[in-house]
């Protein structure tokens, strides 16, 4: 199965929005990208040309500015953020919508949507979703950044660490307690403005996606008006449980992707590079390892798709989705691997594609739930046969 097929899973819109967004991509991102890298930042300008483009909304409600389009818009956007080779790019102008304004538009307010989401879309106001801190991401119910109640306002005290667009976004989401005896239950969302006085933040030095902000944010007595609470009190574990399906989709196909992209580029350096006074895809064992990773290729790319259809169908696929994102970054991880090797030296290099890739690819088992935690919900579900069933939630 080709990634631009259409018919099965793609439409001609589909294919439509693909090579309009590629075009866009080329013209707007690719010349840049290198030195956003070395700047560890994006420019605003970007995602401003993103949202005039109307591509944070593609998934989003028409009445805000978006297009009502299916999940399948939210594949291609990843798999044609994968052809950028830029993790950190993909992470930064991804979070924005697929972490910040999903929760927006599924659990605010009317106003909350004019102030947030609105703009969000239009790329003028950018957001970030925080939830893990210095003292562990991978226990989300033990979270201790509290917002306690004090008249029509929370006082938020505590810290937050490696949040993608931590430095550089307008507004944030933040997971907090608001009953810091409880656990799951005591867990609430709230909208924070970023000039909010007592908020500080600092941007982190990381071995890939460099050229995402990744921040450290700290709260020093800050007051958020009652108003900017996101949904209910106390059902923010539940909001979180409920998106989660759809970013380990994403991370799980956004690894398929970078697989898939690193063995494009490997085959055509392969086609040039001459070792023996022969091509390297002469070579019997060079040619096997291309026929075993394009089938491992294949066969995840068609998981990942078979899950998105039934999540697009109404589904809530916890287990598969587990493991859509243990595999797909275990692959991604296991291909770059490979693919650089086929370089020689030159995958070592910097002005060559791989070193970028195989930095970049070691994030994907540890970002939005580690591949420990994939299986530990895999095998409760196996073993105990625990259910995760889609939260309901009370509006
Ligand atoms: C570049 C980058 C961007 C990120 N962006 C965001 C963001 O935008 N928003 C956000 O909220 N977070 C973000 N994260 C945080 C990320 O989600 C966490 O790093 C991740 O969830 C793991 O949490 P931790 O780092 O605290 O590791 P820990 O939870 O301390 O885990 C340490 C190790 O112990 C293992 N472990 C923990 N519990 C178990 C268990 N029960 N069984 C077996 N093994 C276990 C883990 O798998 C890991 O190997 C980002 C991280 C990075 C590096």
């Excluded at 991509?25 to 070395?38: F, G, S």
């Excluded at 370089?343 to 070193?355: H, I, Q, S, T, V």
Aim: aromatic share 10%.
């Amino acid at each position: 199965m080709n990634n631009s097929s259409t018919g099965y899973y793609f439409s001609e819109e589909h294919d439509l929005f693909r090579q309009t967004f590629r075009d866009f991509l080329e013209k707007e991102v690719k010349p840049n990208v290198n030195q956003w890298e070395k700047d560890g930042f994006l420019p605003r300008e970007i995602y401003h040309k993103f949202g005039e483009m109307g591509f944070f909304g593609m998934t989003l409600p028409e009445a805000y500015g978006g297009m009502d389009g299916d999940v399948w818009y939210n594949v291609i956007f990843d798999e044609e953020l994968a052809r950028m080779n830029s993790g950190g790019f993909s992470a930064s102008i991804g979070a924005h919508p697929l972490l910040a304004l999903t929760h927006l538009s599924a659990e605010g307010t009317e106003e909350q949507k004019q102030k947030y989401l609105v703009p969000g879309i239009l790329g003028e106001k950018i957001g970030c979703l925080a939830i893990t801190e210095p003292g562990g991401g991978s226990d989300v119910q033990g979270i201790t950044t509290s917002a306690i109640r004090d008249g029509d306002h929370y006082i938020v005290n505590g810290s937050k660490t490696f949040i993608t667009n931590g430095v550089l976004s307008d507004f944030l989401i933040v997971v907090v307690k608001t009953d810091p005896s409880a656990k799951a239950k005591g867990i609430s969302l709230l909208i924070i403005d970023r000039e909010s006085k007592g908020l500080s933040a600092t941007m982190l030095d990381k071995l890939g996606w460099r050229a995402s902000d990744t921040g450290e944010i700290a709260f020093d007595d800050v007051r958020v008006p009652v108003e900017n609470l996101l949904g209910g009190e106390g059902q923010g574990f539940l909001y979180i449980m409920q998106h989660f399906v759809t970013e380990r989709l994403s991370l799980g196909s956004g690894g398929v992707a970078a697989a898939s992209y690193a063995l494009e580029v490997t085959l055509k350096y392969m086609n040039e590079r001459e070792a023996f006074g022969r091509k390297i895809n002469k070579f019997q064992v060079l040619r096997h390892r291309v026929a075993q990773m394009a089938s491992e290729i294949e066969m995840n790319r068609a998981f990942v798709y078979s899950l998105y259809r039934r999540y697009n169908d109404g589904d809530y696929p916890v287990k598969e989705a587990s493991m859509c994102k243990l595999l797909g970054t275990q692959l991604a991880d296991k291909v770059i691997t490979e693919c650089l090797q086929m370089f020689g030296g030159y995958g070592f290099m910097e002005d060559y594609p791989l070193a970028r890739m195989f930095r970049d690819a070691r994030l994907g088992q540890i970002g939005g739930g580690t591949s420990e935690i994939m299986c530990e919900i895999i095998s409760k579900m196996m073993i105990e046969g625990q259910e995760y069933k889609e939260p309901v939630i009370q509006h």
